[in-house]
């Protein structure tokens, strides 16, 4: 997860949405074991309603405070997969 939060906060994928709007603060997750489970997640969640989601945040992190910040995240190294 930690490497999917640098990629936002980096702009590693300067098309995609997070990077166009600079949106770079993570306010909710979800874990999941499986992938697909999440993909799944994720689909549902983009149906719903905005103030829907605004709730859903709401209710794990009422203050929209960046949730990555208190992690020891490393931006200067990222997978050696690229």
Do not use: G, Q
């Amino acid at each position: 997860m930690e490497e999917r939060v640098k990629e936002h906060k980096l702009k590693i994928y300067p098309d995609s949405f997070t990077s166009k709007y600079n949106c770079n603060k993570l306010v909710y997750f979800e874990e999941y074991s499986k992938a697909e489970e999440a993909i799944v997640r994720e689909k549902r969640l983009k149906k719903w309603k905005r103030d829907w989601k605004i709730k859903l945040i709401e209710d794990m992190n009422p203050s929209w405070v960046d949730i990555s910040d208190n992690w020891n995240i490393d931006f200067n190294r990222l997978r050696d997969e690229r």
